[in-house]
């Protein structure tokens, strides 16, 4: 292999923003240092070591008691999530409901696990799956598995979904992605006996470069899910259940110490820097933390005419912009012959019309007035 083998991606990387749509920041290397120094005397570099032990132990007490799992990635998090609820797909019950307004990544995961994803379109106000229009859909039979997908990181109630799982006995897993912030700020209405997976991407305002999590208020459902992430082990050598290869390394653990230390501070820097730039924007509409995750930022354009002009000034300005479901998981070449409802208009409108701009801690003062005056020119 050579440097051309791999042109697209460096190309893709090199991306040339003037302000970056997305610039993570993880803890430093000086904050790194003592958990790192763990490792070292301990050497156990994997296999549910000691920082990943402490770890689970400290974020579970930060979410209100309940118990954590953590995984190698957002995307393992709910494999994990999926094989403890509803196990691998079968004959009889194959298909997956969930939204058609989500990443990507839920599909992969709902696809490892045996499902074949059926798209349903979302509330128009919430972004996301109504429990109780799902009571009627015509494939329910057919369903082994509801996926539920925090938007944004929107928070989702247990409640309803509790009611809809026993209502129908479908399991229900909530792909809770950015919900990271709810879920500390609300444990006793995000988590319960349905398992949450959360992703601590580098993307992600809880962030550990690549990691995830399940977590429940079922400890029944917690050890199901720490089996389902360690090749279905449960304790011992024997595989009691389907599993995947989804363990956090120790020094995923030790960025993961490293953030939580900081966390406060930093939820603090992501916030500022979201009410600033939202005024700086006003009067255009701009949706920023708590209502959805602190590392989004999202502007909503009237209409999809509207969106395209901001996405020319944005780029006229070399300001970055995700439109981070693109058209919808629907319509990606690999699922485009997926089943669907025969219209997703909420999922369309909002795919076109919902524009993700530049978010980080360090956002600067030139850098937001610069967006503002964007965002301004291209909605008035």
């Known amino acids: ?47 549910h070591g ?20 953590l995984a190698s990635s957002g995307t393992t998090a709910l494999e994990g999530a999926i094989l403890t609820s509803a196990g691998r797909a079968r ?10 307004f989500t990443f990507i990544g839920s599909v992969a995961a709902v696809e490892r696990c045996g499902f074949e994803p059926h798209f349903v379109d979302v509330d128009p106000e919430t972004w996301m799956l109504d429990p109780g229009s799902l009571l009627s859909h015509p494939r329910l039979d057919s369903a082994g598995l509801v996926l539920t997908v925090s938007a944004f990181g929107r928070k989702v109630d247990q409640a309803p979904w509790t009611a809809f799982r026993d209502a129908t006995s479908v399991p229900v897993v909530i792909d809770g992605a950015a919900m990271v912030e709810s879920t500390f700020a609300s444990p006793a209405e995000c988590v319960g006996d349905i398992p949450v997976a959360l992703s601590f991407h ?8 690549e990691g995830g999590a399940v977590v429940t208020s079922s400890e ?19 595989a009691v259940a389907a599993g995947v290869n989804g363990k956090l390394s120790e020094y995923h653990a030790a960025i993961g110490h490293a953030e939580l230390d900081g966390w406060a501070e930093k939820l603090s820097r992501y916030r500022k820097a979201s009410a600033l730039l939202r005024e700086a924007c006003e009067p255009a509409d701009v949706i920023i933390s708590p209502v959805i995750g602190a590392n989004y930022a999202i502007a909503r354009a ?3 005419h509207d969106a395209a002009r901001l996405q020319r000034r944005l780029e006229l300005s070399g300001i970055g912009y995700r439109r981070w479901y693109g058209d919808g998981a629907h319509l990606h070449p690999h699922t485009m012959t997926l089943p669907r409802d025969p219209a997703l208009p909420i999922t369309e409108e909002l795919s076109r019309t919902l524009i993700g701009m530049p978010m980080s801690v360090d956002l600067s003062a030139e850098d937001i007035g610069l967006i503002g005056e964007a965002v301004r020119e291209a909605f008035a």
């Open 91 to 100: 004959p009889q019950r194959p298909v997956c409901l969930m939204p058609a």
């Open 50 to 69: 000691t920082l990943l032990l402490a770890l689970q132990l400290r974020l579970s007490e930060a979410m209100g008691g309940n118990f954590v799992a």
């Open 220 to 238: 029944r459902t917690w050890r199901s899910a720490m089996a389902a992430l360690n090749f279905g082990f449960d304790g011992t050598r024997l």
């Open 1 to 47: 292999m050579n440097r051309s083998s791999q042109a697209q991606w460096e190309e893709a990387l090199t991306a040339a923003e003037r302000i970056a749509v997305c610039r993570p920041i993880l803890p430093s290397a000086d904050h790194l240092l003592p958990y790192l120094k763990v490792i070292d005397e301990t050497r156990r570099y994997s296999n």
């Open 202 to 209: 580098a993307t992600k305002a809880f962030a550990i470069g």
């Open 302 to 304: 009237a209409s999809e």
